[in-house]
């Protein structure tokens, strides 16, 4: 079973905000899409920018160095120049707390 880590509370990510939180020394952008919240690695399968900065509009976040896409629900790539997916994470809320575990 998964360990998971506390990441961030409600209060701190409002809907369409997000946020970076570091797992396991590990990247993780945190996304709230209307109320549900989604984890993904912060790195583009392109070219390694941070997509905790870039813009998010429903639940697609938007490379800030070249453009690409990527679905937060799932990190399937949705358009190039990226086309590999960035991993995504199993999200829990407990209470005002969210906690993220790590997939491989």
Do not use: Q, W
Not at 3 to 27: H, I, N, Q, S, Y
Not at 35 to 61: K, M, N, R
Request: glycine share 10%; net charge negative; proline share 7%.
């Amino acid at each position: 079973m998964a360990d998971f880590f506390k990441v961030t509370t409600r209060d701190a990510l409002p809907p369409g905000g997000k946020a970076l939180a570091e797992v396991d020394g590990r990247p993780i952008a945190v996304f709230n899409v209307d109320g549900t919240f989604y984890a993904i690695d912060d790195v583009c399968t392109h070219d390694g920018g941070p997509l905790a900065e870039g813009e998010l509009e429903g639940v697609e976040v938007r490379c800030p160095r070249h453009g690409a896409r990527f679905d937060v629900r799932t990190g399937k790539a949705l358009c190039m120049p990226a086309f590999e997916p960035v991993t995504s994470h199993a999200v829990e809320v407990h209470g005002d707390d969210i906690y993220v575990a790590l997939n491989d």
